[in-house]
């Protein structure tokens, strides 16, 4: 089934590796990497890789938007580039080998015109399939409100709408537009739900936003501790998995990716949520700008037992390993 994703500010990323990392000096780097990223790009990247024909929308401009495209133009992802005036943005990923820590930079991005958005839209609105994935923060200048506006789009299209961005574009849209599923990390939930949250207090916010129909369906990533998806069924709950971690670069969108892969192959909800989960700690064993590996994700997941399901009227003792 079609599956659209959009990345309004991607990026090239640049992963590299250092013996230390210091302050003043210059820190000499070595094994660098690029790839076309940011959080659309990577999860077009995935669904590419698990065996699906993504399409991708882009704003992408100056000599890195080519670069983006270029790359982009070797996968087996149809894209939508709109040229803008503005560079695309490039990240930077520096491993200290001494600490095993990865230092990350992530510039805002570039300015946006009106008629850029405008663009956007309308290859946007031509779009006909089952899903809608909108993933990652805005450039600059683009309206607070401009994944609510595709949300609106998608439902009259008849599209599922997913979504995953930072924390004041996540407030601009949810209730303002039909979403299927949201992914907000555990930060983000704390700061929709304006106050620090513990096992119980994840299910119950996740619960609180299915109720207030903000989202039919709310996947919480919580790193170490796994993830939890709330629904009008109840709430599922998956711990992490045990793997040797290289990165954690595109763990988040690998785990969108996968998960929106598996539903437009049909599969269940909550099969598509231990799939992602499985993808997510898939993208953690790969270094540096690489994503899950297809072999790793399903080696993963055929080692996963099935969730527990706690039903919705006792949410409030609703997590469980």
């Known amino acids: ?88 943005r490039i990240s930077f990923m520096v491993r200290e080998e001494e600490t095993g820590l990865e230092y990350r930079f992530v510039p805002e991005g570039p300015e946006v015109a009106p008629g850029d958005i405008a663009k956007a839209l309308a290859i946007f609105e031509s779009f006909r399939g089952d899903f809608v994935v909108a993933s990652g923060s805005l450039p600059r200048n683009a309206p607070e409100d401009i994944y609510a506006e595709i949300g609106r789009i998608a439902a ?65 990533t919580m790193g170490r501790e796994g993830a939890l998806l709330a629904g009008a069924f109840g709430v599922l709950r998956v711990p992490s998995k045990h793997v040797v971690a290289k990165s954690t670069v595109g763990a988040g969108d690998s785990f969108i990716g996968a998960l929106t892969w598996l539903l437009a ?11 992602g989960v499985a993808a997510g700690a898939a993208a953690v ?19 996963t037992e099935p969730p527990p399901r706690v039903p919705s009227t006792s949410m409030e003792s609703s997590v469980h390993e």
């Not at 590419?48 to 070797?74: D, K, Q």
């Not at 601009?172 to 207090?201: H, M, Q, W, Y």
């Not at 790969?286 to 072999?295: H, K, N, Q, Y």
């Open 156 to 220: 009259k299209t008849g599209a599922r709408f997913i979504l995953d961005c930072p924390g004041a574009t996540l407030r601009s849209t949810l209730g303002k537009a039909p979403v299927f599923l949201v992914k907000p990390s555990i930060e983000e939930l704390e700061t929709l739900a304006g106050r620090r949250l513990d096992e119980n207090g994840v299910a119950q916010a996740a619960s609180a936003l299915v109720k207030e129909t903000a989202a039919e369906f709310v996947a919480v």
């Open 1 to 88: 089934m079609p599956i659209l994703a959009v990345a309004l500010n991607p990026t090239i990323d640049v992963w590299s590796q250092a013996e230390r990392v210091r302050p003043t000096v210059k820190t000499r780097t070595h094994s660098e990497r690029q790839r076309p990223g940011g959080g659309g790009v990577n999860v077009a990247r995935v669904i590419a890789e698990l065996g699906g024909e993504p399409e991708l929308l882009v704003l992408a401009g100056g000599a890195t938007g080519a670069m983006l495209r270029e790359a982009l133009a070797t996968s087996a992802i149809r894209t939508h580039a709109v040229q803008i005036a503005g560079l695309t």
């Open 265 to 275: 192959e049909g599969r269940p909800i909550e099969e598509a949520f231990q799939f």
């Open 285 to 303: 064993i790969a270094s540096g700008t690489e994503l899950c590996r297809r072999e790793d994700v399903f080696e993963i997941y055929k080692g």
